[in-house]
Structures are given as structure tokens and as C-alpha cells.
């Protein structure tokens, strides 16, 4: 009561959280009057840490999920060093790169509060993972990355994860073919109404006659599936100075 300073302290007092605001009320160096405000703010506190403790939850949820990922893949990496055919040792291994791509998602969940993902940051780890697990040692990589830093929902940036995979392991099986160095792009545009992700390498590009959609590849096919059915998007590629993959994804 001394004290002739505006003040605001929090308390607790029969099971109720409170709020006390204290308001002096001063005219030429003397109080007149003093406004005491008492708010319960009890229902906010509890709410504030069923949200805290649901965040941890669902943020342990991701971890453990990335563990299990995590674990399937190095049971697929056994596999694949038993095998005798290498068809079916490359197959395992394209299989692993697409589970540790979703698994770089969650990581990236488990680590903040939002279900919300750095697209260019996802794609830099789906790069390093592929440049360890299918390029050689001494394989020169260069990586390029224009454009905004976009944002995305969880469920956009698993799909994207599994899209970038697919377009990055295609250039490294086409593109760097019989080469020691190649460079992977990304560039973003961002519209009013959509997000434009153009995916590109340096080599020599789609063969001539080429027609994506008699194309076999089940990476074609799982990239095409995943943008326009699972996310209602535009998927094209073509050649300029290197093949091209240009994904539209509605805002």
C-alpha cells in the first residue's frame, strides 16, 4: 500500500489463481485514490498447461516415431547387405532413403511446437542423406537455394519430404551418371495463391521424346500421386540447362 507504483502480481488462494492489479491514482505528488482490480485467471492457467503438456506429448509422439523409422531402416540396410542381387539391394535401398525422409520431418516436429516445417531446411537434410547413403565419398555435390524460406503444414511437408526424395534420387541415378561433381537446386516462388517449387540439376537432361506420364519409374509415380491427388497440386518437368521438376502447390 506503500508503494505509490502502478503494481501486478499473481497469486494463489483456495484453489483459485488470481491476477491483482494495483492502480494509484496521483494529483500534484498525492495519491487521491487507489484502484484494486482482483482478476481470476484460474480456467487460462489451466488451459495454458493442458496446451504445454499436450505439446510435449505430441512432441515425444514425433521423436518416437523418427526412432521407429529409424529402426525399420537400419532392419532394411541388414536386409539389403544379405542380399546377393543387386537389384534388390538398390531397391532396399531406395526404400530406406524414403522412410529416412519422412523420419527428417518428424525429427524436425520433435524438436519445436508448431506442426509446421521449413521447406528449404527439410531439403537440405533429404540432400545430406542421399549424398551419404547413394553418392560416392568423393562425389562433389553443390546445392542451390533460391527463393523465400516457405513454411508448411505437417502433413504437406511429409508428402514434399517424399517428393524431394524421389526428384533428388532420380537426378543422382540420370544426372550424375559416369560424373564426379553435379549441382542440385531448389527454387522457390511464393504467389498469392500458390507456392512454386522448381527442383532442378545440371545434367544433361530429359531424353528426347520423353513423355512423364508413360514414363515406369515408381518414383514418377509416387511424386505425381502425392501433388496432385494427395495435395491438389501441378506437377511438370522439362529441360533447361538440366532437368527441371516443377511442383505447384495451392496456399
Known amino acids: ?47 495454458d498447461k493442458q496446451i504445454k503438456i499436450k505439446s510435449a506429448v505430441i512432441q515425444e509422439i514425433h521423436h518416437r516415431v523418427k526412432n521407429n523409422l529409424q529402426t525399420i531402416a537400419s532392419l532394411l540396410r541388414l536386409q539389403s547387405r544379405r542380399s546377393q542381387s543387386a537389384e534388390v539391394k538398390a531397391a532396399l535401398q531406395e526404400s530406406v532413403n524414403r522412410i529416412l525422409s519422412i523420419s527428417v520431418v518428424h525429427e524436425f516436429l520433435s524438436q519445436q511446437d508448431a ?11 533429404i540432400q545430406q542423406l542421399i549424398q551419404q547413403n547413394m553418392l560416392d565419398a568423393d562425389f562433389e555435390l553443390k546445392t542451390v537455394f533460391l527463393g523465400p524460406s516457405i513454411i508448411l503444414p505437417s502433413l504437406q511437408a511429409s508428402n514434399l519430404a517424399l517428393i524431394v526424395n524421389e526428384l533428388i534420387l532420380n537426378s543422382v541415378e540420370h544426372a550424375f551418371a559416369e560424373r564426379t561433381k ?3 537446386g531448389l527454387a522457390i516462388e511464393e504467389r498469392s495463391d500458390a507456392y512454386v517449387l522448381d527442383l532442378f540439376d545440371d545434367g544433361p537432361g530429359l531424353p528426347e521424346h520423353f513423355d512423364p506420364f508413360k514414363a515406369k519409374s515408381l518414383g514418377l509415380q509416387i511424386v505425381r500421386t502425392l501433388v496432385e491427388d494427395d495435395m491438389n497440386g501441378c506437377f511438370e518437368l522439362y529441360n533447361a540447362k538440366g532437368t527441371h521438376a516443377k511442383i505447384t502447390i495451392p496456399r
Open 182 to 184: 553435379g549441382l542440385i
Open 115 to 125: 506442426e509446421c516445417i521449413n521447406v528449404i531446411e527439410v531439403t537440405k537434410n
Open 1 to 47: 500500500v506503500a508503494s505509490q507504483r502502478p503494481q501486478e502480481k499473481e497469486l494463489e488462494a483456495g484453489g483459485l489463481i488470481l491476477v491483482q492489479r494495483d492502480i494509484p491514482i496521483m494529483e500534484g505528488g498525492s495519491m487521491l485514490q487507489r484502484v484494486v482490480i482482483i482478476s481470476d485467471i484460474t480456467e487460462v492457467r489451466l488451459k
